[in-house]
C-alpha cells in the first residue's frame, strides 16, 4: 500500500520565514503533486513533478526520486501563505488509471 | 470560465435520507473525480470517469453512485445517507490522465445526522 508521509503537520512560523515542508512516499511514482488548500477550503494544483526542481514565484518545489522525498519551500514568507499544503503522489503502474494518494496536509501559519 | 462548480454547498441530511450532488466543469476535461475530505485523513478517491458515460470505483466506493451521462457534469449520489458519509466532498477534472493536474471544486460540507 503507497504511504504518503508529510511533515510538519503543523508549522507557525514569523513572516519573512524560510518554510520547508517535507513529503515521503513508500512506492515508485510516476508523479508527484503539491496542493494548496485555503482555509475557505478551496483547493488549487502548484506544482506536479516528476524529477528535480520547479519554481513558481516565492515557492520551490524539490523531489529525489532515489529518496523519495519531496520538499516545498516558500520564501519570505507572508500571511497569505497561510494554508494547508498537501502533497499527493501517482503510484508507477506502466499503465492504467491509478489515482493519486493524498498525504495528510501540514497546516502552515504565517504570523505577521 | 466557472472552472469547476459544485451544487450545493452545504446540507445537512437525516439518516436514510437521499442527496444528490451536482458536479460541472466547462473545461471540456475528459476526467472528473469525487473526492472525500475528513479531519486527520487525506483526500480519498470515492468514483471517477475517464469520459462521458464511463464511471469507476475509487478508494472509498460503497454507499455512493455517480452517474455522467454529460462530459461537463458528474453527479455524485448517496442513497440512503448514514453518518459515517457527513464529509467534506470534492468534485476535480483534469484534462490529462488521472494523475495529472487536477481542477477542485470548492466543496461540498455534508452533515448527515
Known amino acids: 500500500k503507497n504511504e504518503v508521509e508529510q511533515s510538519p503537520q503543523n508549522l507557525t512560523a514569523q513572516e519573512g520565514e524560510f518554510i520547508t515542508i517535507n513529503c515521503s512516499y513508500s512506492?515508485?511514482?510516476?508523479?508527484l503533486h503539491w496542493l494548496q488548500q485555503h482555509p475557505g477550503g478551496g483547493i488549487v494544483s502548484l506544482f506536479m513533478?516528476?524529477?528535480g526542481k520547479k519554481k513558481h514565484g516565492r515557492l520551490i518545489a524539490t523531489i529525489n526520486i532515489q529518496e523519495k522525498h519531496s520538499s516545498l519551500h516558500i520564501t519570505a514568507s507572508h500571511p497569505r501563505d497561510s494554508a494547508v499544503y498537501i502533497c499527493?503522489?501517482?503510484?508507477?503502474?506502466?499503465?492504467?488509471?491509478?489515482?493519486?494518494?493524498f498525504g495528510k496536509g501540514t497546516h502552515l501559519i504565517i504570523q505577521p | 470560465n466557472a472552472g469547476v462548480t459544485q451544487t450545493p454547498k452545504f446540507r445537512v441530511l437525516k439518516t436514510g435520507q437521499s442527496m444528490t450532488l451536482l458536479c460541472a466543469q466547462d473545461?471540456?476535461?475528459?476526467?472528473m473525480y469525487w473526492y472525500r475530505q475528513d479531519p486527520g485523513m487525506g483526500l480519498r478517491l470515492i468514483h471517477y470517469?475517464?469520459?462521458?458515460?464511463?464511471?469507476a470505483k475509487g478508494e472509498v466506493p460503497d454507499g455512493y453512485n455517480v452517474s455522467r451521462l454529460k462530459k461537463q457534469n458528474f453527479l455524485l449520489g448517496l442513497e440512503s445517507a448514514a453518518p459515517s458519509q457527513t464529509s467534506v466532498y470534492f468534485c476535480?477534472?483534469?484534462?490529462?490522465?488521472?494523475?495529472?493536474?487536477?481542477?477542485f471544486g470548492p466543496g461540498t460540507r455534508l452533515t448527515v445526522t
Open positions: 476535480a477534472s483534469s484534462y490529462y490522465g488521472i494523475g495529472y493536474e487536477q481542477y
Open positions: 512506492v515508485g511514482i510516476s508523479a
Open positions: 513533478l516528476s524529477s
Open positions: 499527493a503522489v501517482r503510484a508507477y503502474s506502466g499503465g492504467g488509471a491509478d489515482g493519486l494518494t
Open positions: 473545461m471540456n476535461h475528459e476526467y
Open positions: 470517469s475517464v469520459g462521458e458515460g464511463t464511471t
